[in-house]
C-alpha cells in the first residue's frame, strides 16, 4: 500500500481488519478539520457579503440579498453536486486501487463544471428578476437584488469551479491545500468587500463582484494545482476522453448534495415571500440575519460530513465495514455537541451575533431575536440529517441520499402552510425546527437499519473467510 493510501487507512485491506478507536478519529480529524475550515470559510463569501451590506446598505438591503441568495445559492449547489460526486467516486476508486478510473472520475467533474456553468448562466440571465419578484420583491428591494443576481450571471463557472474544485482536491489526498484555496479566497473576498462596498459604495453591485473575482482566483489556482508535480491526479491529453458513464454517476452521487441546496434555496424563498406577506422588510431583514447565523452552524455539520465522506468511501471500497461504523457514530457525536452547543451560544448571547449585521435598528434586533428564539432550537437535528444523506452517497446509495434531501424539502411545505395561517409570523419561524423533528424520526431509523445490515455482512465474510 502506497504512502498516500496509508493516509486514509493505516490497516490492511482485508475485510476482518477493524481500525482501533485511536486510527479512526485520526482519519476523521485529518479530514473534518480542513472540510469544516473550508466550509467555514466558503460560507464566509455570503456571511461576508451580509455583513458589510447590513451596515453599509441597511435593512432594504439585507431584505434584497437575502432574496438574492437563495438564486444564487442553487449555481453553488451545482459545484457542490460535482465536488461531493466526484470527489465520492474518486475516494471509492481509491480504495479499489484502481486510479485510472479515478483519473476519469477528475476528467468528467471538469467537463460537468462547465456544462453545467453553461446553463446556469442562461437560467439566471432569463428568470433571475421572475424569482426575485415571485418571493416579493419590489421597488428598492427588486433593483438592490437585481444587481447582485445579474452580476453573478456573469460569474457562474467562477461559482461552481471554485466550489468543486477544493472537493476535488481533498480527495485526491490534499485536505490542506483546498483548506488554503478557501481561506485565500474568503480573505480577498473580505477585502474587495470593504474597497468595493464600503470604500465605492457600489452597494449589492459590489457584494457580488467581490465574491465572483474571489472565486474566480480560486478556480485559477485550483487547475494549477492539478497542472503540478503535487497532485497524482493530472490534467493530461485523457481529459478528451471523458467517459459518458463516469459523468452519470457522479451526479448520481452528488445528486443529493445539491438537491440539499435546492431545498435550502427554495424554503429561503419560501420564507421570503411569507415573510413579505405576514410581515415588512425588517421581517426579511431579520430572516436574513438569522438564516446567516443558521448557516455558520449548517457549514460546520457540512464540513463534518464531508470530512467524513472521503475515509467512509474508501472504507466501502476496501470492504471494511466496521470501520464504517464506527466512522459515522463519531461523525453524529461531534455534529450533536456542536449544534447543542451553538444553541445555547445564541441564546445566552444573541445580541454578540445580531451585532455583525446591525447596530442601530432596535425593531430589527427585537425581530432577530425572536427568529434565534423561535427557528433555531432544533438546529443540531439538521445537521444530523446533513450527515445521513452524505453517508448514504460515501457508500454509493445515492438514492437513499437523495430521498432524504427530497423529503427535507417537501416536509416542510405542510408546516409553512398551516402555520403562519394560525400562528402568523411566529409560525414562519418555527415551521423548519418542527419539521426537522419530524423528519429526524423518519432519518435515523433508515441509518440504523443500514448500519445494521453492514454488521451482519461482516460477520457473514469473516465466517466465509476463515472457513474458506
Known amino acids: 500500500m502506497s504512502s498516500s493510501q496509508l493516509q486514509v487507512d493505516p490497516l490492511a485491506k482485508n475485510v476482518r481488519d477493524v481500525a482501533s478507536d485511536a486510527d479512526i478519529k485520526r482519519s476523521f480529524w485529518r479530514y473534518a478539520i480542513p472540510s469544516i475550515t473550508a466550509m467555514l470559510v466558503s460560507g464566509l463569501y455570503q456571511i461576508i457579503d451580509g455583513i458589510f451590506v447590513g451596515h453599509y446598505v441597511g435593512v432594504d438591503g439585507l431584505a434584497a440579498i437575502n432574496m438574492a441568495w437563495p438564486i ?3 449555481v453553488s449547489g451545482l459545484g457542490i453536486m460535482v465536488g461531493m460526486g466526484g470527489g465520492s467516486l474518486i475516494s471509492m476508486k481509491r480504495g479499489e486501487q484502481d486510479s485510472t478510473s479515478a483519473q476519469q472520475a477528475l476528467n468528467a467533474s471538469f467537463l460537468l463544471m462547465l456544462v453545467l456553468a453553461m446553463f446556469s448562466a442562461m437560467g439566471l440571465f432569463l428568470w433571475g428578476a421572475d424569482l426575485l419578484r415571485v418571493q416579493g420583491g419590489e421597488g428598492t428591494i427588486f433593483t438592490l437584488g437585481f444587481d447582485y443576481v445579474n452580476i453573478f450571471s456573469y460569474g457562474t463557472i467562477a461559482t461552481i469551479m471554485a466550489t468543486a474544485i477544493p ?3 481533498r480527495n ?7 483548506t488554503a484555496l478557501m481561506i485565500f479566497g474568503a480573505l480577498l473576498n473580505i477585502v474587495l468587500d470593504y474597497v468595493l462596498i464600503g470604500l465605492w459604495q457600489w452597494q449589492l453591485e459590489g457584494a457580488a463582484l467581490a465574491t465572483i473575482i474571489a472565486q474566480l482566483t480560486i478556480a485559477i489556482i485550483g487547475i494549477g494545482y492539478f497542472l503540478s508535480q503535487y497532485s497524482s491526479l493530472k490534467f493530461d491529453r485523457s481529459l478528451v476522453r471523458v467517459n459518458p458513464r463516469m459523468m452519470s454517476t457522479i451526479i448520481g452521487l452528488g445528486a443529493s448534495s445539491l438537491v440539499m441546496y435546492l431545498y435550502t434555496s427554495f424554503v429561503f424563498a419560501l420564507h421570503n415571500r411569507l415573510f413579505m406577506q405576514y410581515g415588512t422588510s425588517v421581517t ?9 447565523i443558521m448557516t455558520l452552524y449548517y457549514l460546520v455539520a457540512e464540513g463534518i460530513a464531508e470530512g467524513m465522506q472521503p475515509p467512509v468511501s474508501y472504507y466501502f471500497g476496501a470492504q471494511q465495514f466496521e470501520n464504517i461504523k464506527k466512522m459515522l457514530l463519531l461523525s453524529i457525536k461531534v455534529t450533536v455537541i456542536a449544534g447543542v452547543g451553538f444553541i445555547v451560544i445564541l441564546n445566552v448571547m444573541p445580541n454578540l451575533m445580531i451585532s455583525l449585521f446591525t447596530s442601530d435598528d432596535p425593531q430589527l434586533v427585537s425581530e432577530a431575536k425572536n427568529g434565534i428564539r423561535l427557528h433555531l432550537f432544533s438546529m443540531f437535528l439538521d445537521g444530523i ?7 448514504f452517497m460515501a457508500i454509493g ?14 416536509i416542510q411545505l405542510p408546516f409553512l402552510y398551516f402555520l403562519p395561517q394560525w400562528l402568523g409570523v411566529d409560525g ?9 423533528i419530524v423528519l429526524f424520526a423518519i432519518v435515523a431509523p433508515l441509518v440504523w437499519h443500514d448500519i445494521k445490515q453492514r454488521e451482519k455482512a461482516s460477520v457473514v465474510n469473516h465466517m466465509t473467510h476463515e472457513l474458506g
Do not use: H
Open 72 to 74: 444564487t445559492f442553487v
Open 428 to 436: 414562519i419561524w418555527l415551521a423548519l425546527p418542527l419539521s426537522n
Open 172 to 178: 485526491d489526498e490534499s485536505p490542506n491545500v483546498a
Open 385 to 391: 440529517i446533513v450527515l445521513a444523506s452524505v453517508y
Open 284 to 292: 426579511v431583514g431579520a430572516f436574513a440575519i438569522v438564516g446567516y
Open 397 to 410: 446509495k445515492g438514492g437513499k441520499a437523495l430521498a432524504i434531501s427530497v423529503g427535507n424539502m417537501f
Open 167 to 169: 472537493m476535488l482536491v
